[in-house]
């Protein structure tokens, strides 16, 4: 038999597909055409079935789907450690929001969202949710970086840089979409920013946008005690009711935080089949709370994980949201069992990809899917013994194991280098905000 041709060969001495669930191939290898998976077989059957332009061999290594950054802010990158050990409304009102009026612009986003990008990449994000304003500067530098994304449609009541008005933003936003129509890795979505900032006759128009477009809607909700309070308060109920009145719950709904919920809430949620992007690290950083996320992943919703801003995170690091997710599902639900490694990885790929609607592109290594592959080193002395590839991934190994990352089948990170951008681009750029933002 003649073998087959494919662009690349992938053999690794482990490989987590996600799907099937809980399952962890030892000396397998990934073939791949045309930048999507082919299949996923063992080594000897892979190099005796196909003939490969480029073989990789990754003999110690643990090789997953690339991770997917349910919710960030990219160029808030630029702000990383402006202010710490704050509140959320304190840190918005005191740091983050004298800082954007004065300094967002294009060019503060583009070179944030790079500075950003490079971060996930080398950490082995391969898919990037965001919201912020000036999105054609942040499609601009994940484009460059070839990292996939899907760009919030910013939509908020009060004016900026950026934008007016409501329908200012979201003019500005679908133009935007309207630019970068045929991308292979630029999507949009409608993002409201939250139901304290935006009103009723907005929600409406976007909930008619998403069906239209057919767009997720990404928006912060339920991330302090005091957004429920102030809600009950002017509109005489909690926002996820608020939204469930307008249309707003649906598939489509891809709700951030999510931290203060009662069983109403969840069972709203579960109801529309709505997704949450549970960001552990933000939430415990600004003291908003414990996100019941054991509860809703019972539910079968969409799970995913996000990083938020650099600004309050302060890092846009994946596998330190799934150690921390894990972690903190186990002790707020007083049960060792919750979250455990697969699950952890599994919200961080697969829910991820549900969430935003392309689990049939991204999210596992099934064949058909996009070759989106993210490779950990586990030869350290601090790493082995190593008895299960996946506990490794979540209790043991951080980012810094990250040494390759392909998206659609191509390089972006080889043996911890970026390809797409140096090093020391990337430090001018930090240097140059950092004198800027200090004054
Ligand atoms: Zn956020």
Redesign the pocket.
């Known amino acids: 038999m003649t073998p087959t041709q494919v662009d690349l060969l992938i053999e690794a001495r482990y490989i987590i597909p996600v799907e099937p669930r809980d399952v962890t191939l030892e000396h397998h290898a990934i073939a791949i055409r045309n930048g999507r998976i082919e299949a996923l077989l063992p080594i000897d059957e892979a190099r005796s079935r196909y003939s490969a332009a480029e073989t990789v061999r990754l003999p110690e290594h643990i090789l997953t789907p690339g991770l997917v950054n349910l919710?960030?802010?990219a160029a808030m990158s630029l702000m990383r450690g402006l202010a710490d050990d704050l509140p959320l409304m304190r840190w918005l009102q005191e740091a983050i929001w004298p800082t954007e009026a004065q300094h967002a612009s294009p060019a503060f986003v583009r070179d944030g969202s790079l500075l950003a990008g490079a971060e996930m990449l080398r950490g082995g994000i391969t898919t990037c949710n965001d919201?912020y304003f000036f999105p054609q500067a942040t499609a601009e530098a994940f484009d460059r970086l070839g990292l996939r994304a899907v760009l919030g449609i910013t939509v908020i009541e009060f004016p900026s840089q950026y934008a007016s008005d409501a329908d200012d933003y979201l003019a500005k936003g679908l133009a935007t979409r309207e630019a970068w129509r045929d991308d292979p890795l630029i999507r949009f979505a409608l993002a409201p920013h939250a139901p304290y900032t935006v009103s009723n006759r907005s929600f409406e128009h976007i909930g008619t946008l998403a069906e239209e477009l057919d767009l997720p809607i990404h928006i912060?909700i339920h991330e302090t005690a005091e957004e429920i309070e102030a809600s009950l308060r002017e509109h005489g109920k909690r926002p996820i009711q608020r939204l469930d009145d307008l249309g707003l719950l649906s598939p489509r709904l891809i709700g951030?935080?999510a931290v203060h919920l009662d069983n109403g809430d969840i069972e709203r949620l579960a109801r529309q089949g709505c997704a949450i992007a549970h960001?552990p690290t933000?939430n415990m950083k600004l003291a908003s709370g414990a996100a019941p996320i054991k509860a809703l992943l019972d539910t079968g919703l969409a799970v995913g994980l996000?990083s938020?801003?650099a600004a309050?995170n302060n890092r846009l690091d994946l596998w330190r949201e799934m150690h921390q997710a894990s972690l903190l599902a186990k002790l707020t639900s007083q049960d060792a069992s919750a979250v455990p490694a697969h699950e952890a990885l599994r919200m961080a790929t697969l829910h991820g990809a549900r969430a935003l609607g392309l689990d049939d592109t991204i999210g596992s290594l099934l064949p058909g899917k996009a070759a989106d592959l993210c490779a950990m080193r586990i030869d350290a002395p601090d790493t082995l013994p190593l008895y299960q590839a996946a506990s490794h991934l979540i209790y043991v190994l951080g980012r810094h194991a990250v040494s390759d990352v392909w998206i659609n089948g191509q390089a972006r990170l080889r043996n911890g280098e970026l390809l797409q951008i140096s090093n020391t681009e990337l430090l001018s750029i930090a240097r140059l905000w950092q004198n800027k933002l200090r004054q």
């Open positions: 919710h960030c802010h919201m912060h951030v935080h960001c933000s996000g938020d801003g309050s």
